[in-house]
């Protein structure tokens, strides 16, 4: 049985992980939630840790590591990041394998390129994974679109794309001045109407299924980030599956069958 599909574990503030599987083989993309809970939220996709190939991180926060070094020493899995992510994540004892933005490489069945963009963190990156032929293209925690990005997304028959918050939600909330300048920067986290402009510009003929990623529990919800992109996606007259994963729940598999 030939089996590719992409499941997210967790997505937003709380963490972020998604498994990649290609037959007996998967990666996981970041291991922000606890190593239990990964294992838990894993079996629900019918994989075991002894499956995973490898744990690879786009940066250092919280959100995004918090289970990588107990996941990846207690069942000898690498962790693979840049060298500004390792120097500031907490590994322990895991076998560290550092990877440069914008060259390419191999992991078992999976091809990663990750290319650099602009947030709050030392060296961070999103990147996409090509599994037999089909990519998927895996972007968040950006402040803003660049070429680089675009090009990196361009042509995934999957993409996930950053719809952390609505503007009117953000600025009218309870969260500091200071934070709402940040969440806007151009180091910060990619809006609705941010989520829509990337879905338009990197979706092409090839481009099947969308699914907007690290949603704000307190800016943001699922209906109106889905609203938004799915107008982007009509203005521009574009039809794509749209999925959105809500704040902490898994969700998938998306089959790239």
Excluded at 10 to 22: E, I, K, P, V, Y
Excluded at 50 to 67: F, I, K, M, S
């Amino acid at each position: 049985m030939h089996e590719q599909s992409v499941s997210i574990l967790s997505s937003g503030s709380c963490g972020n992980s998604t498994l990649l599987r290609s037959n007996e083989e998967c990666i996981l993309i970041d291991a922000g939630i606890s190593c239990r809970e990964l294992e838990r939220r894993m079996s629900f996709f019918g994989a075991e840790p002894t499956q995973v190939v490898a744990v690879v991180l786009t940066h250092e926060h919280t959100d995004h590591v918090r289970g990588a070094r107990k996941f990846c020493t207690e069942h000898e899995i690498p962790a693979y990041a840049t060298r500004g992510t390792l120097a500031l994540t907490p590994l322990g004892g895991a076998n560290a394998v550092m990877f440069t933005p914008n060259r390419s490489f191999s992991i078992g069945p999976f091809r990663l390129s990750p290319f650099k963009v602009k947030h709050l963190a030392a060296e961070p990156v999103a990147m996409s994974v090509t599994i037999d032929s089909k990519k998927v293209g895996i972007a968040s925690d950006l402040g803003c679109i660049t070429p680089g990005v675009l090009d990196g997304l361009r042509d995934s028959e999957l993409l996930l794309i950053e719809a952390n918050y609505d503007e009117m939600m953000l600025l009218e909330g309870r969260y500091p001045e200071f934070l709402k300048r940040t969440i806007r920067g151009n180091h910060g986290h990619l809006s609705n109407d941010d989520a829509g402009i990337l879905s338009t510009r990197s979706s092409t003929e090839r481009t099947e299924r969308i699914v907007l990623v690290h949603l704000s529990k307190n800016n943001n919800t699922p209906e109106v980030a889905r609203m938004t992109v799915e107008n982007a996606l009509k203005d521009n007259k574009m039809s794509k599956k749209l999925e959105v994963a809500e704040h902490g729940v898994s969700c998938g598999p998306f089959d790239l069958g």
